[in-house]
């Protein structure tokens, strides 16, 4: 059950209350709760929204990468959201299922290109262990990534945990059905 109060739905503005219906009709079927306890800041997480679809599928960092950053944070964080949602632009670029469901042993898999699987070793360490991101790590990083590219991935998944964590903690996250 959400740690936060829950809002009716007729109190949720015209925007959050479309979220709403579409989380519970739209596979993978979450209920509603999200936005309905979101929908407490709806100025907020509008503003939240702007930053985060157009840099999440744009930007100079594949979509492919930041979708497979995004879900190896989902795994990471037991985010149901995160780990069973799936974004259209990274899809649309070749993004299979099949990859999906090596991303567990994704440094032994010939399915993840090198910079892949820098990125993804990027999003454990700052998920897990940033303290371990040492020179010989950001040279191995910069030999993928410009630098640009390393601020962009960085505030990603930096975003990608923060929310994710947030979900869970305010206890939004019971799945209707499970995938």
């Not at 993978?28 to 997480?45: D, I, N, S």
């Not at 993928?144 to 929310?163: C, H, K, N, R």
Request: glycine letters at 6%; a negative charge.
């Amino acid at each position: 059950m959400a740690r936060l109060s829950v809002l009716g739905k007729d109190q949720l503005t015209p925007e959050f209350a479309s979220l709403a219906e579409q989380a519970e009709t739209t596979p993978p079927y979450l209920k509603a709760t999200v936005f309905q306890v979101l929908g407490h800041c709806p100025e907020m997480f509008q503003s939240y929204f702007q930053f985060y679809f157009p840099w999440h599928e744009g930007g100079t960092v594949s979509p492919v990468i930041k979708e497979l950053v995004r879900l190896k944070i989902g795994q990471l964080n037991d985010c149901f959201t995160c780990k069973g949602a799936r974004f259209a632009a990274a899809l649309q670029k070749g993004l299979t299922e099949d990859k999906i469901a090596e991303l567990d042993s994704y440094q032994d898999s010939n399915s993840f290109t090198l910079q892949e699987k820098i990125a993804l070793r990027f999003a454990e360490l700052v998920a897990l262990d940033h303290h371990a991101i040492d020179d010989d790590f950001m040279r191995s990083l910069r030999a993928q990534f410009t630098d640009a590219q390393i601020v962009e991935l960085g505030m990603m998944i930096a975003e990608y945990i923060g929310f994710g964590r947030l979900v869970m903690v305010l206890d939004l996250e019971r799945p209707v059905c499970t995938l």
